[in-house]
């Protein structure tokens, strides 16, 4: 059968391909458009398969809270390239996928990729994925989202960029710009928890030990080695509890006292950052060109 160019424009549309993936596909299913998504989407199973072990370390963080303000979202989704971060395609894809955990709240990344997203094509959040490796020629990975509940007040967000995000639930729902405020604090500070009640035991526990540690390098009495500890545990709790942190925006004053000041209270919080904990490759130009050519 004769593939026109009519028939290509519509793959086109339908899967956001490229023309000439779209007419070869076309040409080996006799014209039979349903033939051809399905074996495009094969083979976009299979480049995908392939990219998946490649690192992917850069992306998007994206927020998003609900009109009431009482439900929110805070997602990554990692490329392997900064450009192809400022893709629209994948920055489209990014903004869908949050749409679709704010409105349908899945329960975690396996479920979500079973979801479908809302859009002229309403293709399920996996398949879409796989299109776009296919269409952009990176590994693209849904890394994480969570989701935040609000049940006395309302959910502040703040985004630095399209690197960091961050979620803040206060107690008091007149309190938008006291929120926002927190969130942008939050970004910069990145404060561990929101109060020294809420620091893990085990964290407390490594933290005295070192400080006990290099106090009794000092040869100073036991007593006074314990009051040394004791006075830079103090200062660490101080600089990772959201409360006990300097405010960015006044330092001189701490942002348990500027919550204090507005009768509020922050309830928790959930900061983001593109790639924090993933372990990077280094590669020098000449290895990663040859990478390229050699089609890795």
């Not at 983001?272 to 130009?285: A, T």
């Amino acid at each position: 059968m004769l593939v026109t160019a009519s028939m290509v424009k519509e793959l086109r549309e339908r899967t956001g391909s490229g023309m000439m993936e779209c007419k070869k596909a076309l040409t080996e299913t006799n014209g039979d458009m349903e033939s051809a998504i399905e074996h495009m989407r094969k083979s976009g199973q299979a480049k995908a398969d392939k990219k998946a072990g490649r690192i992917a370390a850069e992306g998007l963080i994206e927020s998003i809270v609900s009109d009431e303000g009482k439900v929110a979202v805070i997602l990554e989704v990692n490329c392997e390239t900064d450009f192809v971060a400022k893709d629209a395609s994948f920055q489209s894809f990014v903004h869908k996928v949050a749409e679709c955990i704010l409105s349908q709240r899945p329960e975690d990344v396996h479920a979500l990729s079973g979801l479908t997203l809302s859009g002229d094509r309403n293709q399920e959040v996996e398949a879409a994925r796989q299109a776009l490796v296919t269409k952009i020629g990176e590994n693209i990975q849904i890394r994480r989202f969570e989701i935040m509940h609000s049940k006395t007040g309302s959910i502040a967000s703040y985004q630095h960029g399209s690197r960091i995000g961050v979620l803040v639930d206060i107690d008091k729902a007149d309190q938008k710009f006291l929120g926002k405020d927190v969130a942008m604090h939050i970004a910069a500070s990145r404060p561990v928890c929101v109060s020294e009640a809420e620091v893990p035991g085990e964290l407390i526990e490594k933290e005295r030990e070192i400080f006990k540690a290099q106090a009794q390098q000092s040869g100073k009495p036991a007593d006074i080695v314990e009051k040394m500890v004791q006075g830079r545990m103090k200062k660490y709790l101080a600089e990772v509890t959201l409360t006990g942190q300097p405010f960015v925006k006044d330092p001189d004053k701490t942002v348990g006292k500027l919550l204090n000041e507005n009768g509020a209270n922050v309830i928790s919080f959930c900061r983001f950052e593109v790639g924090e904990g993933i372990e990077k490759r280094s590669e020098n130009f000449a290895d990663e060109v040859m990478a390229q050519v050699k089609g890795v």
